[in-house]
């Protein structure tokens, strides 16, 4: 079974430049969120999709930060225009259930992404 | 106050030792937690979930106890192999929260 991925691995851009990052779930998982870590700081929750659908968006930074996963399937982060505070690892996680209602999360090996 | 605590570190220990580490969950709602171990640059992989009778997976032990908000995680004869860091997760509904992670260190 083929597992999270992410592309790109890793990404540097220019502040004021524009990124898409896209996550593909383990096939058949309806779940999928995205996470991020700060240098230096935990991991913290973005956003979850159920299916095509925004389930919780409460992460979400600010309004440059838009997240799509149209047909259900693949989702993308665009992050635009980047600031330098958007550096860091972008997780991409997907689950069969709700990770809340116990079903673990499986997640993808990230996208360093670093703004200069 | 974190959502969810843990004491980063690192904890350094012989080979064969064993070590607990601790997790507090603010959130009284939470439903789902799990350790997630995560090694350097690596993406955070699943340890075990915790259920609330407590659960073991051959060295791992964990434990919940919803009274006082905490989960703790057992290593016995602790391996060179199980340094990394270990996240505790506590979640409600979609949202899980991740704590800072606390590093182990195994020598020789």
């Known amino acids: 079974e083929a597992g999270v991925t992410q592309f790109p691995s890793h990404s540097v851009i220019e502040k004021g430049q524009t990124v898409t990052l896209r996550c593909d779930p383990i096939?058949?998982?309806?779940?999928l969120y995205w996470y991020r870590r700060v240098m230096g700081k935990e991991i913290k929750f973005l956003l979850h999709f159920v299916k095509e659908s925004k389930q919780d968006e409460s992460g979400m930074p600010n309004n440059r930060f838009l997240a799509e996963r149209t047909g259900g399937t693949y989702s993308t982060l665009k992050v635009q225009p980047a600031e330098l505070e958007d550096s860091g690892v972008y997780f991409c996680?997907?689950?069969?259930?709700?990770?809340?209602?116990?079903?673990?999360?499986?997640f993808g090996n990230g996208t360093r992404l670093t703004v200069t | 106050r974190k959502e969810v605590e843990q004491d980063p570190g690192p904890f350094n220990v012989p080979e064969g030792a064993t070590v607990a580490f601790n997790c507090t969950y603010s959130n009284s709602a939470s439903q789902s937690f799990f350790w997630y171990r995560q090694d350097c640059r690596k993406e955070p992989k699943l340890l075990m979930s915790v259920y609330s009778s407590g659960n073991e997976d051959g060295r791992f032990t964990a434990q919940l106890n919803r009274a006082s908000q905490y989960i703790s995680l057992l290593i016995r004869d602790s391996k060179l192999s199980d340094s990394a860091t270990y996240l505790c997760i506590a979640g409600t509904a979609s949202k899980l929260t991740f704590g800072t992670g606390t590093r182990l260190q195994v020598t020789l």
């Open positions: 996680a997907s689950s069969q259930g709700l990770g809340g209602r116990g079903s673990p999360l499986h």
């Open positions: 096939s058949g998982h309806d779940n």
